[in-house]
């Protein structure tokens, strides 16, 4: 059997246990359902990390919800719930709290998408909430768990990724694009040396704009120089032609040219912080021309064998 047939026999074993877990604690009296939610909660933690689960759990939010497992807690009233609580929710070492927070925002995706009509919260409310929480908790969708956190939560720690990006996915980037820009920005301030998820957020954002499908209105508008500075820095890689073609342009730039290129890496990388695939084309190619306009492209002097530590400090795959 292939993973992925082995996959869709886990998940309906799984559904299999969760909906006779939902009838059990529907069948429940209020004053004994507590004892009756930590089946479902085992079973929609595995289910979590399954290909296809939050689908699926999303198609049972409604049919959850109705056999109480929220009763007597604020999740049962989740027109007051707070978006920035899910701060704390989310990054809880108490895997109900992660759970039930989980199936909450799945509950109230199902709300925003126009799938379960809630008594208690319209479909903008829903969408207004989870909008909110996904700008509160933009590092779950874009960073690896740190070590404190898989301490504190193990695995919990990608089930919460898993979920913010599942909401996401449903929600839509269009409405948490300015949110994030600013995100981003905050933290090219501090300089960081691991530049990774800051990249990945600059590419979401990127494939927003060429999406035909997402209207970002007047949304993103202070990316530019953020995309740019990774894919479209100078004239030579300006519409983002690719590093074989980025190469074969340089061959044939004249010194003029070359230093041209040179200045507007490295005006991009003080401004941002970030460094272009193609500056490190252009570092390589200018390694046997001219020393000069290598350090221009560096950003500091160069001389000598430093310009080969400059090569590898640079690389970006």
């Known amino acids: 059997m292939t993973n992925q047939g082995e996959n869709a026999g886990n998940l309906q074993r799984l559904l299999a246990n969760l909906d006779e877990a939902i009838e059990i604690l529907a069948r429940t009296?209020?004053?004994?359902?507590?004892?009756?939610?930590?089946?479902?909660?085992?079973?929609?933690?595995?289910?979590?990390?399954?290909?296809?689960?939050?689908?699926?759990?999303?198609?049972?939010?409604?049919?959850?919800?109705?056999?109480?497992?929220?009763?007597?807690?604020?999740?049962?009233?989740?027109?007051?719930?707070?978006?920035s609580l899910t701060k704390y929710s989310l990054r809880s070492a108490s895997s109900d709290v992660v759970l039930m927070e989980t199936l909450s925002e799945i509950r109230l995706l199902a709300v925003a998408r126009g799938t379960y009509q809630h008594p208690s919260i319209s479909t903008e409310q829903a969408h207004h909430y989870l909008t909110?929480?996904?700008?509160?908790?933009?590092?779950l969708l874009f960073t690896a768990p740190s070590e404190a956190e898989r301490t504190q939560q193990g695995s919990l720690a990608l089930l919460t990724r898993r979920l913010l990006n599942y909401l996401v996915e449903g929600i839509g980037y269009e409405y948490i694009v300015d949110r994030l820009v600013d995100e981003i920005w905050r933290m090219l301030q501090q300089r960081p040396i691991q530049v990774d998820s800051v990249k990945q957020m600059i590419l979401q954002i990127a494939s927003c704009r060429v999406n035909p499908d997402i209207e970002l209105?007047?949304?993103?508008?202070?990316?530019?120089?953020?995309?740019?500075?990774?894919?479209?820095?100078?004239?030579?890689?300006?519409?983002?032609?690719?590093?074989?073609?980025?190469q074969q342009r340089l061959e044939g730039m004249d010194a003029a040219a070359l230093q041209y290129e040179a200045t507007g890496f490295a005006r991009a990388m003080h401004d941002t912080g970030l460094v272009s695939p193609?500056?490190?084309?252009?570092?390589?190619?200018?390694l046997t021309i001219s020393d000069h306009t290598l350090a221009e492209a560096s950003g500091f002097p160069v001389r000598g064998v430093t310009a080969c530590c400059v090569i590898e400090h640079w690389h970006t795959p």
């Open 29 to 83: 009296p209020d004053y004994a359902k507590a004892t009756k939610t930590n089946r479902v909660l085992i079973a929609l933690r595995k289910i979590m990390m399954l290909e296809g689960g939050p689908e699926a759990i999303e198609q049972r939010s409604s049919l959850i919800e109705a056999a109480g497992i929220f009763n007597g807690s604020d999740w049962s009233q989740p027109q007051i719930l707070q978006p």
């Open 278 to 286: 193609y500056h490190a084309v252009l570092l390589r190619h200018l």
């Open 132 to 139: 909110q929480v996904l700008a509160l908790n933009l590092e």
């Open 217 to 246: 209105g007047i949304s993103g508008q202070g990316a530019d120089r953020l995309i740019s500075s990774l894919f479209g820095t100078t004239n030579g890689c300006r519409e983002d032609p690719g590093l074989d073609v980025y």
